[in-house]
């Protein structure tokens, strides 16, 4: 159970920051452009930190005692926001916030995917549980700024990240068969197969995109005049959707490939992100979301499957990484440029989306169709 109320107070976190953040740092008086800015330098901070944090923890075995730390540090950084004022002293604080959580999932994910088979576990339904999280904050969070105001944001996210403090204590530190701590050089030789290169450039994409409805989704919605509640609400959809995708993860990977997974997942990006370009409205938001299954669902279904049937045990916190980081270096990008477009009008930053993951459909067809380490049922084999 402790995989469960961890990554229940993890999705916590992450609700809060990807949804109603930039809420929050609007609020403190910065402008929609730069806050793309910030939320892109956000990214780009995740590119140094992500593999660098995934190495360490391969090559010293503390999985465990970085994570904590980190939490620990999150912690600290997330109470000054109550204290801070100005426009400097916010971004600073917030980009030191977002570098401390953002090697957090990478760094869960290496130590459950590690512990699956030892503990009988189903990635998708421990996933589920995280995703039901983002539901129930995401619900909370757009009711307490409603009625108070969007320090509620913040008070929310730091009762989210104690929770992970209490709750990490329990976790595994590392897979109990890992071997010794490995070289550089090893981890390095180790992650530049070509199914491992496609998928950087494919579900990258595909999360990328993710990035940027994070970023500029809540303002397009209320463009529209959908109040925050109600914006709250959309979010809920959306991952109740993404919640059935996780719970039916063992049987989609019984079925389908891991590329294949993937490339279903940029099709349905094409799709989901070209519909919300041309419009905001109710009818085609509730088409939007309902496709959040596949777009994020089967993403993330697709790359943890992937992780599990082609990348060793002793690698796993550096491939997680590495991914995490291409992630945030095309998140980036996509931001940055976005920030240009959003001005000009916010349809078209979707429509840019939507050409990426047409793109990132493009790389899929590349990915193998076999498994590189030999078929043991999966990340959802139990």
């Known amino acids: 159970m402790v995989f469960y109320a961890f990554y229940i107070a993890l999705y916590a976190q992450i609700a809060i920051g990807i949804t109603f953040m930039p809420l929050w ?3 403190q008086g910065l402008g929609e452009a730069t806050i793309g800015t910030c939320m892109a330098a956000a990214a780009i901070i995740a590119v140094v930190i992500n593999p660098l944090v995934g190495t360490l923890a391969d090559r010293t075995r503390r999985n465990k005692t970085i994570l ?5 540090g999150a912690i600290c950084a997330t109470f000054a926001m109550t204290t801070i004022t100005g426009a400097v002293l916010v ?7 977002r570098s401390l959580v953002s090697p957090l999932v990478p760094l869960a994910e290496s130590i459950l995917i590690a512990n699956l088979t030892v503990f009988r576990l189903d990635f998708g339904q421990v996933r589920a549980w995280g995703s039901a999280s983002v539901v129930a904050t995401t619900l909370l969070c757009g009711f307490l700024v409603d009625w108070f105001d969007a320090r509620a944001i913040i008070w929310l996210l730091l009762a989210a990240l104690m929770a992970q403090l209490v709750t990490s204590r329990g976790l595994p530190s590392r897979a109990r068969d890992a071997q010794a701590a490995i ?3 090893a981890i390095s030789r180790a992650l530049r197969s070509r199914g491992f290169l496609v998928l950087l450039g494919s579900a990258a994409i595909s999360q990328a995109c993710h990035g940027v409805f994070y970023a500029y989704s809540t303002f397009r919605w209320m463009e529209a005049g959908h109040s925050t509640s109600a ?13 059935v995708a996780f719970v039916l993860g063992k049987r989609i ?3 389908l490939s891991a590329g294949k997974i993937i490339r279903i997942a940029c099709i349905a990006g094409i799709l989901r992100w070209g519909i919300f370009g041309l419009s905001a409205e109710l009818a085609p938001t509730l088409v939007v979301q ?12 697709g790359v943890a499957f992937y992780m599990r049937q082609s990348i060793a045990p002793e690698f796993l916190s550096s491939a997680s990484g590495i991914y995490s980081a291409a992630v945030g270096l095309i998140t980036a990008l996509a931001i940055l440029a976005s920030a240009h477009l959003y001005p000009i009008s916010s349809s078209y930053v979707f429509l840019f989306a939507a050409l990426l993951c047409f793109l990132g459909t493009v790389v899929a067809t590349l990915m193998p169709d ?3 380490r030999g078929d043991d049922g999966g990340p959802f084999a139990s």
């Open 68 to 72: 904590i730390g980190l939490i620990v």
């Open 290 to 301: 309902l496709l959040q299954g596949a777009t994020l669902g089967f993403t993330q279904i």
């Open 253 to 255: 990977t019984a079925r």
């Open 183 to 185: 070289t550089f050089a």
């Open 370 to 372: 076999r498994n590189d």
């Open 25 to 27: 740092l609007k609020a």
């Open 91 to 97: 971004v600073a604080v917030f980009l030191i916030y």
């Open 231 to 243: 914006i709250g609400i959309f979010w809920s959809i959306g991952v109740g959707v993404e919640i």
